[in-house]
């Protein structure tokens, strides 16, 4: 399916790659499809086709610092969902508006975003589905200090996860190791700081072959919170293997990681290992964008 593929080069490179080829395929080609008269079956299809890929568009767009723009396809996924009565993707919309008003500083929008997505699913009663909202749903509410809420919501999610997913794709399934980046981040605010470890190291080790965003922001993800526990050589070995993903990816979220990562970093400037990422992030960090991606 073309979405599917849309989706595989973002979470492979980064929003920024071929985002504009995606905006152009959904407005002309697919945009110039729906306004001709066609059959009613058609129609549906094609509608629910326009969600799937500005449901990807929007997440790529915020993932390129875009967030006027993504928001404007998040709205768009929204209403292309409810008139095809696509569930599923409404879910998913709502919840990545929900990641994306953590990111904007927004944590009481993110929980009432996550809210929605819940009920969403509950006309559906997809496993991986309620698992994927529900555990966004937690990281939502733990932000604010909601720590008993977001509890219950994460075992849920954990009871829900691969229940009743069939066939692959982010439209068919939640990934384990996409759900342990998630869960990693929740347990790590309510300060259960070895499970999250545990977590994140999952996530960073099983994500699949393609997905080197994904795996570079997981592999950083996990230098920080390994940083904080004074565990300097293991961080310092998955700020490397951050590093050798970075050069080739288009995203803001990881460009923002990576400066994370060498604040943190620098406070341990007088440990060999942690200096020597510290040098090869810098390094990284001056190239010019053309020569970085």
Do not use: K
Not at 37 to 56: F, M, N
Not at 92 to 118: F, G, I, K, N
Not at 266 to 284: E, K, M, T, W, Y
């Amino acid at each position: 399916m073309v979405a599917d593929q849309f989706y595989a080069n973002w979470i492979r490179f980064g929003g920024a790659h071929a985002r504009g080829a995606l905006a152009s395929y959904l407005g002309d080609d697919i945009g110039g499809l729906l306004a001709q008269p066609v059959l009613p079956e058609v129609r549906v299809a094609l509608v629910s086709v326009t969600a799937r890929l500005a449901y990807i568009l929007a997440g790529a767009s915020a993932d390129a610092d875009l967030h006027g723009l993504a928001q404007r396809y998040h709205l768009l996924a929204l209403d292309a969902a409810a008139e095809g009565g696509d569930d599923r993707t409404r879910a998913m919309t709502l919840r990545s508006m929900s990641v994306q008003a953590l990111r904007m500083q927004a944590p009481r929008y993110a929980v009432e975003l996550a809210d929605a997505a819940v009920t969403a699913v509950g006309r559906t009663q997809a496993g991986d589905l309620r698992a994927f909202v529900l555990v966004q749903r937690a990281h939502a509410r733990a932000v604010p200090g909601e720590h008993d809420d977001a509890r219950r919501d994460l075992s849920a999610a954990e009871r829900s996860l691969g229940r009743t997913a069939s066939g692959d794709g982010p439209f068919a399934r939640y990934s384990p190791a996409g759900f342990a980046y998630r869960s990693g981040q929740v347990l790590h605010r309510l300060g259960h700081v070895q499970p999250a470890l545990a977590a994140l190291r999952s996530a960073a080790e099983t994500r699949a072959e393609h997905e080197n965003c994904l795996r570079a922001l997981s592999q950083a993800r996990l230098a920080l919170v390994l940083l904080d526990q004074g565990l300097i050589d293991e961080a310092c070995l998955h700020g490397r293997l951050f590093a050798t993903e970075y050069p080739a990816l288009r995203s803001h979220r990881v460009t923002l990681m990576s400066r994370e990562l060498r604040a943190r970093l620098a406070r341990f400037r007088r440990h060999p290992g942690a200096l020597d990422v510290l040098r090869i992030l810098s390094a990284l960090d001056q190239q010019p964008a053309t020569a970085q991606h």
